[in-house]
C-alpha cells in the first residue's frame, strides 16, 4: 500500500494550464495515468474520462456504489521538512502533499475492493472508484461524470470525517476590490479555501512609526514577522498558520493581523478600513450581514488571497453558511454591505448546503460500519463546513478519511497520515461497502 501511494504522491497533481486533452494540465493527467495503471495491475476495470476523472470498478448489474475520490492537491506551499512529492516514512507516520487528501483514501479503497473480491462475497452490484482531478478547484471533473456517466445508487467520499458527514453547509465565493490605497505592494496566501499564511505588504518608509509599527505586530498571533527597509519602502513579512477554509479558526491569517497592525499603529488608508470593516479578524461574517447560525452549526469565512495589481487590492472570500438558510437568504442579507465609498464586493458563487437526514439508510449503513470495525460510538456523523464530492454526485457523503481529533496537517506543511490509520480506513471502507452492498 506504501509503494503504490509512493507512485501517486510523486505528482504534483495540482492544476495547471489546460492542455488540449488535458483540461487541468500535465500534473493531474499524470496522477490519473498513475492511479489507472495501479488498478490494472491489480485486475481491476479501468476507464478514463478525458482526462477530467476516471474509475477502477468491479462487480457487476445495475446499481452502483461509488466511492469518488481526488488525485488533485492544492499547492504545496511553504515550511515542509521533507520533500512534499516523495513520500517519506518517519516514526509510524508518512508524510507528502495528498497522503491524507486524498491520495491515501484512493489506496485504501483500492485495497478494500481487493479484500471483498477475494473473499468470495456476491458482487451483484458494481463498485466503483471514481478519480476526480479537480476536486480542489471546482469540481468540473465531477461535472463531466455527471455528463458521461451513469448516476450511482449509492456510496460515499473518503474526503471528509469519521464517522460520517450527512450535512455539509452551503458555499458562497466573493471578492472584494478596492483601488484606493497608499499601500504599494500587498501579495498574500496561495489559495482561496486556505487560511492565508503569508503576507508580504510594502508601505513607503516613514508613513508610519515603525516602533509603533513592532508593538502592534508584537500583539498578534503572529508566527513570525520582519520588518526590513528598502529601496525607501518598509516590507512587512508575515507568517501566520494555514488552515482549511471550513475551519478558518484553526488558523492565523497573516494577512488579516498585518492590516489590523498597521491601523493600530496609525496608518490611514481606504483598504484598510474596508478590509477590517468587511473581513476583519473574527471569521464570521459580520461585516458582510452575515454572523447566522443553526443548530448545525456557524456561518465561517476565510480570506485566502490577497493581492494588489495596477493598484488595485483584491481579496478573496470564502464563506462556508449554516445547512438550514438558502442562496436567496445569504444574497439577501449580504447585498447592503457590498458597496461603500472605499470598496466593493462581489458575489462569484453560490452553492446550495448538502443534507441527508441522520437515520437515512445510506448515514446508518456507514456510520455502522465505522462501529464494527473501531467500537467506538462516542462520536457521531456530523455537519461540516467543507464541500466534497458529495454534492456533486448523486446519492453519497463524505465518509473518512480523516480519523476524530486527527489532525493531519491537510492543505498544510508537512501533511501526513499515521500508518496504523492507513490501515484501519482500509478495514472500514471494506465494512462499508458490503453494508451497501447488502443495503
Not at 95 to 122: P, Q
Not at 163 to 169: Q, S
Not at 196 to 207: E, F, L, M, Y
Not at 346 to 369: C, G, H, K, M, T
Request: some cysteine; overall charge negative.
Amino acid at each position: 500500500m506504501l509503494a503504490k501511494l509512493a507512485r501517486l504522491v510523486r505528482h504534483n497533481s495540482r492544476q495547471g494550464e489546460a492542455l488540449e486533452g488535458k483540461p487541468f494540465g500535465e500534473g493531474p493527467a499524470a496522477a490519473l495515468a498513475e492511479a489507472l495503471e495501479i488498478g490494472r495491475e491489480m485486475g481491476f476495470r479501468t476507464v478514463n474520462l478525458d482526462n477530467y476523472c476516471g474509475y477502477i470498478e468491479i462487480g457487476a448489474g445495475s446499481d452502483i456504489i461509488g466511492i469518488a475520490a481526488h488525485l488533485d492537491i492544492v499547492p504545496a506551499g511553504e515550511g515542509w521538512d521533507t520533500d512534499p512529492f516523495t513520500l517519506t516514512e518517519k516514526d509510524g507516520w508518512v508524510y507528502g502533499r495528498g497522503v491524507s487528501d486524498d491520495k491515501g483514501a484512493v489506496i485504501a479503497t483500492l485495497y478494500a475492493m481487493k479484500l471483498l473480491r477475494e473473499s468470495g462475497v456476491k458482487l451483484d452490484k458494481r463498485i466503483r472508484l471514481i478519480l476526480g482531478c479537480n476536486e480542489e478547484s471546482g469540481s468540473l471533473c465531477m461535472k463531466h461524470y455527471n455528463e458521461v456517466e451513469e448516476p450511482l445508487t449509492s456510496g460515499f467520499t473518503p474526503d471528509g470525517n469519521f464517522p460520517g458527514i450527512y450535512g455539509e453547509k452551503g458555499m458562497c465565493a466573493m471578492l472584494l476590490r478596492c483601488s484606493s490605497s497608499k499601500i504599494v505592494s500587498i501579495e498574500g496566501g496561495f489559495v482561496s479555501n486556505a487560511v492565508c499564511s503569508r503576507c508580504v505588504t510594502k508601505i513607503q518608509a516613514g508613513s508610519i512609526g515603525q516602533g509603533k509599527l513592532k508593538n502592534a505586530l508584537d500583539k498578534t498571533p503572529l508566527t513570525s514577522y520582519t520588518l526590513t527597509e528598502e529601496d525607501g519602502l518598509l516590507v512587512i513579512d508575515a507568517v501566520g498558520t494555514a488552515a482549511h477554509a471550513s475551519t478558518p479558526l484553526l488558523g492565523v491569517n497573516a494577512a488579516a493581523y498585518t492590516l489590523s497592525a498597521l491601523k493600530e499603529a496609525g496608518f490611514k488608508d481606504d483598504f484598510v478600513d474596508f478590509y477590517l470593516d468587511r473581513i476583519g479578524l473574527a471569521c464570521d461574517g459580520a461585516g458582510l450581514g452575515l454572523k447566522i447560525s443553526d443548530k448545525y452549526g456557524d456561518l465561517t469565512l476565510n480570506n485566502g488571497i490577497v493581492s494588489m495589481k495596477d493598484g488595485e487590492i483584491t481579496c478573496t472570500i470564502d464563506i462556508r453558511f449554516p445547512v438550514t438558510y438558502t442562496t436567496d437568504q445569504i444574497r439577501d442579507l449580504a447585498t447592503p454591505y457590498l458597496t461603500s465609498d472605499k470598496g466593493t464586493v462581489e458575489i462569484q458563487r453560490l452553492s446550495d448546503p448538502l443534507f441527508y437526514p441522520p437515520d437515512s439508510p445510506l448515514v446508518r449503513a456507514l456510520y455502522n460500519a465505522y462501529v464494527e470495525v473501531t467500537g467506538d460510538t462516542s462520536i457521531k456523523p456530523q455537519v461540516i463546513g467543507g464541500g466534497t464530492y458529495a454534492k456533486s454526485l448523486h446519492g453519497i457523503i463524505a465518509f473518512g478519511c480523516e480519523f476524530p481529533d486527527a489532525d493531519n496537517h491537510i492543505h498544510d506543511a508537512n501533511e501526513k497520515l499515521d500508518i496504523e490509520e492507513f490501515l484501519a480506513q482500509t478495514a472500514i471502507y471494506t465494512q462499508a461497502i458490503l453494508n451497501l452492498l447488502q443495503n
